[in-house]
T-cell receptor, first 111, second 116 residues
């Protein structure tokens, strides 16, 4: 079964600085999709960024970018110019059929 | 915003009582999912549906049943609630099972269930 591991239960960053959240996954498939979701205190799950495994180019969405290393099965999220509104739980997810999630990383942004 | 609503938003129930959570969508998506969220575990799939009356088990299905009599509604039932089922329950929808067609799954706002 595919597993997703987020090894950092908590991270903190200074406002306007850059932070990287780590994610690794285990799969024997070659075609799959990876996602980062943000969950603020409102509890809503918000899609941040999406990566297709067959694409070598790293996905980017404004201040959010990923470092996708397929051979290493690594999918980290970089948040640039961190803002107070970025404070949330972040979940990494893998999807081939169903979507599987990591345990999450709680990000604190310090003013 | 995607038309997906969950009800109730909060519920407290007693051990041994039946509980039904409702997920309603207006997007006409084929796939619907129930996840539970627990600290240290992220979200884990309970059951999913790929059409009316078509459902299948996820990784943590014991103690749960589901029904889908209409495209727009997906019900999750705890036949006899236990304290281990205290959790936040999320419903999600997608056009396809891998979630790629509409950029991942779209989630409801969740139901916090407490079993005392």
């Amino acid at each position: 079964a595919q597993t997703v591991t987020q090894s950092q239960p908590e991270m903190s960053v200074q406002e306007a600085e850059t932070v990287t959240l780590s994610c690794t996954y285990d799969t024997s498939e070659s075609d799959y999709y990876l996602f980062w979701y943000k969950q603020p205190p409102s509890r809503q799950m918000i899609l941040v960024i999406r990566q297709e495994a067959y694409k070598q180019q790293n996905a980017t969405e404004n201040r959010f970018s990923v470092n996708f290393q397929k051979a290493a099965k690594s999918f980290s999220l970089k948040i640039s110019d961190s803002q107070l509104g970025d404070a949330a739980m972040y979940f990494c997810a893998y999807s081939n059929n169903d979507m599987r999630f990591g345990a999450g990383t709680r990000l604190t942004v310090k003013p | 915003d995607a038309g997906i609503t969950q009800s109730p938003r909060h519920k407290v129930t007693e051990t041994g009582t039946p509980v039904t959570l409702r997920c309603h969508q207006t997007e006409n998506h084929r796939y619907m999912y129930w996840y539970r969220q627990d600290p240290g575990h992220g979200l884990r799939l309970i059951h999913y549906s790929y059409g009316v009356k078509d459902t299948d088990k996820g990784e943590v299905s014991d103690g749960y049943s589901v029904s889908r009599s209409k495209t727009e509604d997906f019900l999750l039932t705890l036949e006899s609630a236990t304290s281990s089922q205290t959790s936040v329950y999320f419903c999600a929808i997608s056009e396809d099972r891998s979630g790629i067609a509409n950029y991942g799954y779209t989630f409801g706002s969740g139901t916090r269930l407490t079993v005392v």
